[in-house]
Structures are given as C-alpha cells and as structure tokens.
C-alpha cells in the first residue's frame, strides 16, 4: 500500500453538523485514511498496471452527522505513468523461411515483427542479430537485419551445396532504461537450384592418352562393353536424377546405352565386317529445369589381341591433332580474309571521299572575277556599241598542269580559216604558241583559237568537247563589235568567260588581251 494524494474536506457548520465522514466508491484499487481532521490521504489497495488501465475515475464522498445529513461528491480522474515493465514480444517465436540459392545479394530474405505493450520510449523496439558462428563466420556475414523495419536480408550469394540451412537469432530491445528485450529464431533453408552439370566420373577423360575398351569378336548380343558412371552435386528427384542417352557413334546399330544405369552394351552378333575402331558419344543429363548435361567419348575396340587394337589406334591421336591444326588454319584464313575486307572497303571510301572533295575544290576555285578599268584606258576610239574592254585575270585551280594545255596546229580542223587580207595573224599566232610554251607561261589551257574575222567564226565546231577557249579580240578600233562579241562579253560578266589582260605579240595596244570560255557549247565564236 503507498500513498498517492491528500484531499481536504471542510464544513461550516458547528458541533456535530460539522462533523464529516469521506468515502470513495468502490472497485477500485484505492482506499482513503484520515490522519488529521478533515484531512485524508488516498492510497492504493492493490497492484496498478498501465497496460490494463491506464487512469482511474475516483468519486469522492463527504457526508456531515447533522439532521438530515448533507453530502458532496466530487470526481477526479487519475493517470496511471508508464514504467519499462515489459519486454518486447514477438508474433512468433519461431519462424521458417525459404530462399533459393545463387540469390542476389541484399535480397529481401524475411520479416519478423515485435510489440511492446508500454509506451512512449519503452515501446519503441528494435532489432538486431544475437551474434552466431555459421561454418566459423559470423553470422552477420550472411545475413543483416534492418533494426527499425526487422526486414532480414540475404548478405551474400548462398550455394546450397555449401550451406542447406541455418539458424538466424533475432533479438527485440525496447528503448527503455534499462532495456528490455526478446527473442526468436528464424530457421531459413537454402533450397537447391539447377546449377550443377552431371560429373562423368567413369570412363575418365585424359588429355593424352588413349583409354579404349576392349570387346571381343566373339562378343554375343547384349555383352556388357562398359558403364558410364556419372554424378550430380544438386539433390532433389530432378535436379540429381540422371539419365544417359547414345548421341554418336561409328555404328548406332551395334551398342546401346541404358537409360538409367549408363551400361554400354551390343545389341548384335559382332562380326569380322565391323570395324577395330569404334567411337561412342554418350550423353548423361539431370532432369532439372533447365536440364544441364555432360558429354563422354567412349572408345571401344573390336578385336581379339592387343597388337591388333594398338595398330589401328596410334592414329587416333593424329586425327585429334590433324583436326585441331584445321581448326586454327580455318580461324586463322577468317580473319586474313576479314581484315582485307575491310583494308579495301576503307580505301574504297577513302578514295571517293578524296575525289568528292577535289571536285568541291575545283567548284570553288572557278568563282567570278570582278571587271575594272585601266587606268589609261579612253573611250574615245571606239567606234562600236561596246562602251568597255574588260581586263580579267586567268585565275587556274592548284593542281593544273602544263600537260593539259592542247594547241592547234595550222592544218587542223578546228583552227579557223585565215582571211588572206589579215596579214600577220599567222605569225602573231605563232610567237603566241612559243609563249605558251614556255615553262613559266601562267597561261595553260586546253585550246587556243583566235578570232580576227567574223567572217570565219562559223567555222568553230559546236559540238567540240573544249573544256577552255581562248578567243583574242582585237581593239575596238579595228573594227565594229559584232553581236556574238556582245553575247560573250555578256558572259563573262556572270562568269561563263573570264578575260586576261595579256599583251599578245605584234599588239602594240594595251587593250589586247584574251577571252577565256569555259564551255565552248554556250558560246561560239
């Protein structure tokens, strides 16, 4: 019993109308005792838990000794304080989990779940890992616990041929002072995974040497040649049970294979037609999904005597030599061929790309030239329509040569016919020819024609292929610009023909110079 509170109860009446008696109603765990006058203490009776209730309505009774008696009640209602009493409690106290193996580390395994019936700081829980040994490791290196959420995850990568299960000791702490806590265990059990192929223990394979069974030419039906032994680390009814199939051999129509006990067995009379050398594939695989397998050479000899069987077998390993020297020569001639392949292919497009970009160059280089006057040059000569004489500059792409330049001889066709009143005009085309020849002539083009009669100028072939005409125009002077000489005058101003300022031999003018035509089919002159 402990006290919890003192109440005062007072009444103004005197003598025994003052006197007052308190009580407290009942089931409850609480009582009052008087130890002064009108004073009284309330104490409990009883054992007060929180968690089943967690305050108290408490209805005070004062009663006087007068006649009638008067009476006051009065109602308090009274908070029980929380104290850390109780520990945590699991939903369970064991649990059992499954994970398969080869899972992904930090894949969420399994939850477990604690309550803790205080409150405030008392009742807040959490987890953590009663630490273990699994195969001499701490189990924290398999397995973590968040400690708000209780959420186990998976640490590692489990091999159920390695570890098929374990015990994980999870622990509830509250947050009170001092702390209280709990238990569970959580058993989780590694299932096993497909992930093994069978393991042919017998006939063994070497790398070397040449292991063959011996089987007699007086062998009867059924003779028992040899048996594959074979095993599967898995375990289950699937994943480990194992079945052998025939896959080749030199002559299907002479052995078989059990199915289940891997016995390699004839299935005829062996006879003198059947060959010494006989070569068996045999196949073993589980019945897990997906299926693994393993494959097995047998090499089985059909004879009586030992000498016959090494004869025929020494070349046994010539043609496992002979097929791997094929196989690096066929590899080898793959890539020889693949690596000119593509050699070709990148010198292919690199020409082309070179020649798209010459022919840019060239495009660019032939932009138009703007005319200008000289400086000397008088207007008061000219007798025809055309009021100027433009002086051009030759402008050549960088990689003309001199070897293009193509010039007309005397009795070819397509040098004009000379009016036999122009005196000097065959001459004055040969000292231009010699400049033209010369190594240092910035002049190189593919024809050279002068015009010095309009009389003949029909004589030029139209449909001549001439990448470039040079026509020489005589001053204004001389003679009336014809219409022709207008429309070539025209373009050059658009840039179909470009004019030089060269001073020709025998010209004593400063107004010679020479038309260049860049399509001779525009323009006839």
């Known amino acids: 019993m402990s006290k919890s509170t003192i109440i005062n109860v007072k009444d103004l009446d005197s003598g025994k109308n003052g006197k007052v008696e308190c009580s407290v109603n009942g089931n409850i765990p609480f009582t009052i005792h008087s130890s002064l006058k009108n004073y009284y203490t309330l104490v409990t009776n009883g054992v007060l838990d929180r968690e089943r209730n967690p305050d108290y309505n408490i209805t005070f009774t004062a009663v006087d000794e007068g006649s009638p008696s008067l009476s006051t009640n009065k109602t308090i209602t009274l908070r029980i304080s929380d104290v850390n009493d109780n520990a945590p409690v699991f939903e369970q106290n064991y649990y059992e989990a499954n994970i398969m193996e080869n899972n992904s580390p930090g894949l969420s395994v399994f939850s477990v779940k604690a309550r803790d019936s205080d409150s405030g700081q008392n009742a807040r829980v959490s987890y953590l890992l009663v630490d273990t040994q699994l195969n001499g490791n701490p189990i924290s290196t398999y397995i973590s616990v968040n400690a708000e959420s209780g959420v186990i995850h998976a640490v590692r990568s489990f091999d159920y041929e390695q570890i098929k299960t374990m015990n994980i000791f999870v622990k509830a702490q509250d947050g009170g002072s001092p702390p209280l806590s709990s238990n569970a265990t959580v058993k989780l059990n590694i299932q096993d995974q497909n992930d093994n192929p069978p393991q042919v223990l017998y006939p063994v394979q070497t790398g070397g040497s040449l292991v063959a069974e011996m089987v007699p030419r007086s062998a009867d039906v059924g003779y028992l040649v040899t048996k594959v032994v074979a095993v599967d680390v898995d375990s289950g009814q699937n994943n480990a049970w194992l079945s052998y199939k025939l896959q080749k051999a030199t002559d299907r129509a002479l052995f078989e294979v059990g199915l289940q006990n891997g016995e390699i067995r004839t299935i005829r009379q062996v006879t003198d037609k059947d060959a010494v050398k006989q070569r068996l594939t045999v196949i073993v695989e589980d019945n897990g999904q997906p299926s693994r397998s393993a494959t097995v050479i047998v090499n089985v000899a ?43 292919l990148v010198v292919i497009i690199s020409v082309k790309i070179y020649r798209w970009r010459q022919s840019r160059i060239l495009y660019h280089s032939n932009l138009p030239v703007i005319p200008y006057y000289p400086p000397r040059y008088s207007d008061t000569l000219g007798t025809g329509t055309l009021q100027h004489v433009y002086n051009y500059e030759v402008c050549r792409t960088t990689d003309s040569r001199k070897s293009d330049c193509k010039f007309g001889r005397a009795d070819s066709q397509n040098v004009l016919i000379m009016d036999p009143c122009s005196t000097g005009t065959m001459q004055r085309i040969q000292n231009e020819k010699s400049i033209l020849d010369e190594p240092e002539s910035p002049l190189e083009v593919s024809y050279i024609m002068y015009s010095v009669h309009s009389t003949h100028r029909d004589a030029v072939d139209q449909s001549a292929e001439i990448s470039e005409l040079i026509a020489a125009v005589p001053p204004p002077s001389s003679r009336s610009v014809t219409e022709k000489e207008k429309d070539m005058i025209e373009k050059a101003r658009f840039g179909t023909m470009r004019w030089s300022n060269t001073k020709l031999p025998g010209e004593s003018s400063a107004l010679s110079g020479v038309w260049i035509l860049d399509n001779l089919t525009d323009i006839c002159v």
């Open 302 to 344: 059909v004879a009586d005597s030992f000498p016959e069987v090494l004869s025929e077998f020494t070349d046994f390993t010539h043609d496992k030599e002979y097929n791997d020297n094929l196989t690096f020569y066929l590899v080898l001639a793959l890539a020889v061929v693949s690596f000119l392949f593509i050699t070709c």
